[in-house]
């Protein structure tokens, strides 16, 4: 068990530019997840995976926002036209399915700072 | 919607002494789970205690333990013995049911627990 690994760690980009996060899940877990985490606040939801299937997506996700997992493996998420707003810690996760009260297991997050 | 609060942004506790975080949560479902995640530096979110709503029993995990209370809605957590590595972000979560959001963890805004030497 390797654990969750999200890259890069961070990222500084200007305002307009695209940028994509790459997050690897523990190997045998078929549920991956998005969070974004703002200053003083607790993550919030952005989307899910079951394997390959995108299950749900958070309002938050904007059309700008765009999450892939190929293969039902790693999976990348993908902001295009950055906000000064999109400045957050992004964060992944992934778990089995064991119905209901599966514990996460978070990466260590990719801090994004638009300038 | 469903809601979490944690009414106390910051906590202190002296080493091997006892703390409790409190937290409440507002939902109009019978069914639900559960969570206290913690946040040290390294950002990372680790998974401390969980705990079925249909289940009357408190959960515990070693010096970890809840204290459910369904009708008043409140999940508070208790930590005994409190050591230095104990420091961190605490974060409450709820969670709906099968068939409801399996991917939506709502979250608190935390407490931050320092602990004395």
């Known amino acids: 068990d390797t654990g969750v690994s999200q890259n890069p760690r961070h990222k500084i980009t200007k305002r307009g530019q695209n940028v994509t996060f790459r997050c690897d899940p523990i190997?045998?877990?078929?549920?991956l997840y998005w969070y974004r985490q703002t200053l003083g606040q607790g993550p919030e939801f952005l989307t899910y995976?079951?394997?390959?299937?995108?299950?749900?997506k958070s309002r938050l996700l904007s059309d700008r926002f765009s999450a892939e997992r190929p293969k039902g493996s790693f999976s990348t998420l993908e902001i295009q036209r950055t906000e000064q707003g999109d400045s957050a810690m992004y964060l992944c996760?992934?778990?089995?399915?064991?119905?209901?009260?599966?514990?996460?297991?978070f990466g260590s997050g990719t801090q994004l700072s638009v300038l | 919607a469903q809601t979490v609060t944690q009414s106390q942004p910051e906590m202190s506790v002296q080493e091997a002494e006892t703390v409790t975080l409190s937290c409440t949560y507002d939902?109009?479902?019978?069914?639900?789970?559960l969570f206290w995640y913690k946040q040290p530096p390294s950002r990372q979110m680790i998974l401390v205690i969980r705990?079925?709503?249909?289940?009357?029993q408190n959960a515990t995990e070693n010096r970890f333990s809840v204290n459910f209370q369904k009708a008043a809605k409140s999940f508070s957590l208790k930590i005994s013995d409190s050591q230095l590595g104990d420091a961190a972000m605490y974060f409450c979560?709820?969670?709906?049911?099968?068939?409801?959001?399996?991917?939506?963890?709502?979250f608190g805004k935390g407490t931050k627990l320092s602990v004395k030497p």
């Open positions: 190997s045998e877990h078929n549920r």
């Open positions: 979560a709820y969670k709906e049911p099968p068939g409801g959001s399996q991917g939506n963890l709502i």
């Open positions: 996760a992934s778990s089995p399915h064991t119905g209901g009260n599966e514990k996460l297991f």
């Open positions: 705990q079925e709503a249909y289940k009357q």
């Open positions: 939902t109009s479902e019978s069914d639900y789970y």
């Open positions: 995976f079951q394997n390959e299937a995108q299950l749900e």
